[in-house]
């Protein structure tokens, strides 16, 4: 007989976000006045915004912080920039890992104008510009990825796309991950590729969880992460 103890995504959900959610501990006073800083001035372009669509949550925001601040990546691609939040969310959390990196982000219907005096990371915006050819261009850049959000809809073009420029322990962080939203959609394509054949999916931080950080609003991000980034280890904290 072989035993066979199993992970799942909802096992795998409190284990990742307990531990990237503790990490930040020390700093969430100030990490939460900076993504409320943050927030005000994003919300502020909106009425600017040619097709007006939702932004993300102040768990999301927070989830999305905690993500980058573990992983610290120094190049990051985000779907669907619309008002920026969920950009400057992932710059904030570069500037306080001190990270010296670029996020380039696209929105195939609206504008570039993120607030980005907000933060000190690079952020290369592709306005009215799809994430096709913002791949395309990014690839030109010779720039390797390992961070991604999505928070648009990906194409399998995208995924090929994706496959030559991505390291191959690169996270994604996937927004919309409930029912039937755009984050399952992206989520199943990006599964079926070989590329993707030895990454995992943690399912968004439970809402009771959300509570626990005494969060009204809850988050719907999920993860896909490389089998190699899991351990096992002794005690939680180097
Ligand atoms: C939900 S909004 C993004 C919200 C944003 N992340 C924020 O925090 O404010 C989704 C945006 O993605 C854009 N979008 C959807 N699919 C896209 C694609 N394949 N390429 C580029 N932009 C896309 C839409 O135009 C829309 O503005």
């Given amino acids: 007989m072989v035993a066979q103890f199993r992970m799942t995504p909802d096992i795998l959900s409190d284990a990742v976000w307990r531990q990237v959610f503790s990490e930040i501990?020390?700093?969430v006073p100030a990490m939460r006045a900076s993504i409320q800083s943050v927030f005000a001035a994003c919300e502020a372009i909106r009425g600017q915004m040619d097709v007006k669509t939702g932004s993300i949550s102040t768990a999301s925001a927070t989830a999305l912080y905690a993500?980058?601040?573990?992983?610290?990546?120094r190049t990051v691609f985000e779907i669907g920039t619309f008002i920026g939040k969920s950009t400057l969310s992932m710059a904030k959390a570069m500037d306080a890992a001190g990270i010296d990196g670029t996020i380039f982000t696209c929105d195939g219907s609206n504008a570039f104008l993120v607030p980005v005096q907000e933060t000190k990371a690079k952020i290369v915006g592709y306005p009215k510009t799809m994430s096709t050819e913002a791949l395309r261009q990014v690839a030109d850049t010779g720039a390797k990825i390992d961070f991604m959000h999505l928070d648009g809809?990906?194409?399998?073009?995208?995924?090929?796309?994706?496959?030559?420029?991505?390291?191959?322990?690169?996270v994604v962080a996937i927004d919309d991950f409930e029912a039937a939203e755009k984050?399952?959609?992206?989520?199943?394509?990006?599964?079926?590729?070989?590329f993707f054949a030895k990454h995992v999916l943690v399912n968004p931080p439970r809402t009771t969880l959300c509570r626990e950080l005494d969060f009204i609003s809850t988050s719907t991000t999920a993860v896909m992460a490389p089998l190699t980034s899991f351990a096992f280890v002794a005690q939680p904290f180097w």
């Fill in 25 to 27: 501990e020390a700093e």
């Fill in 67 to 73: 993500l980058v601040r573990h992983v610290k990546p």
């Fill in 153 to 170: 809809r990906m194409n399998d073009e995208d995924m090929e796309i994706i496959a030559q420029i991505a390291d191959p322990r690169v």
């Fill in 183 to 194: 984050g399952v959609i992206n989520f199943a394509r990006m599964r079926k590729h070989p």
